[in-house]
């Protein structure tokens, strides 16, 4: 096995207000010490990114925490008439080092296909943004056994065409739809069953050493007393957490035993 980062990132999603978003990621700034060899990603709201930065001390995308920031979405066009949008390099002018994209509330919501977040992976990394991209099936598809085949297929097309270099870099996160703010979490040998076949894929995009380098984060209703056992599964290398990532405590626990995992 590669010796891969441990990466650990909160999806702020649409909550908390201007106050509590500075105060937020100043507590995690301030214990993410208590984490050590795990990178953690703050992915708030975009109109917070700026205050964040500055709660966290980022300078040139770096924090002395450690601590990087991320976007939620982007759009894959670098300018012009897309009103509401933000372009990649705004997120980087920002602070940004990252940018989660194709989350499952994005593809339900909002209609992204795998095709929509193949060109803003290759937005985000003509950037320079490290994508976390998100893959996942639904209850209805687990219950019918296509979870294989739909995790396959999203990794396929969402990841088409980026060079070994590229896929190398990435950030992969399986979230189950049905775990995703549900509390319903997949048991370990379900959630790596699935992260094992996802390096399989990434094999057949580039090679096998390429795929033994990629993260896989899991995310889906992760907890500080969940955390431990999907942390001790050889190919969940750290978590996209939603929820629990609005708690500092919460958070700064579960990254705590992706630490202990190393
Ligand atoms: C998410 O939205 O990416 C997520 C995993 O949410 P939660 O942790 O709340 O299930």
Not at 42 to 66: K, M, N, Q, R
Request: hydrophobic share 45%.
């Amino acid at each position: 096995m590669a010796d891969r980062r441990r990466i650990v990132a909160g999806n702020w999603k649409m909550n908390l207000d201007h106050a509590a978003a500075v105060e937020l990621a100043k507590g995690v700034a301030a214990g993410a010490g208590k984490c050590g060899g795990v990178d953690l990603i703050l992915c708030p709201p975009a109109v917070y990114l700026e205050a964040v930065a500055a709660a966290i001390d980022l300078t040139d995308g770096a924090s002395p925490s450690g601590v990087t920031l991320g976007g939620q979405n982007l759009h894959d066009q670098p300018k012009g008439a897309f009103t509401g949008e933000i372009a990649p390099a705004m997120l980087v002018d920002i602070g940004c080092r990252s940018c989660i994209l194709g989350h499952s509330e994005r593809r339900t919501l909002f209609g992204e296909t795998d095709a929509i977040v193949n060109t803003k992976t290759k937005a985000a990394l003509a950037a320079g943004l490290t994508p976390i991209v998100c893959v996942g099936e639904t209850l209805e598809e687990r219950e019918q056994n296509r979870t294989a085949d739909v995790v396959a297929a999203q990794i396929q097309g969402s990841l088409a065409g980026l060079s070994a270099a590229e896929l190398a870099g990435i950030i992969i996160a399986y979230e189950p739809v049905w775990a995703i703010g549900t509390g319903k979490v997949a048991t370990p040998e379900q959630a790596q069953e699935v992260h094992a076949l996802i390096r399989q894929q990434l094999a057949t995009l580039a090679d096998a050493a390429t795929a033994d380098q990629v993260v896989i984060q899991y995310g889906g209703s992760v907890k500080p007393d969940n955390a431990a056992v999907l942390a001790g599964q050889p190919d969940i290398d750290g978590a996209l957490v939603g929820g629990a990532s609005l708690k500092e405590a919460d958070f700064l626990a579960i990254a705590a035993h992706f630490a202990a995992s190393t």
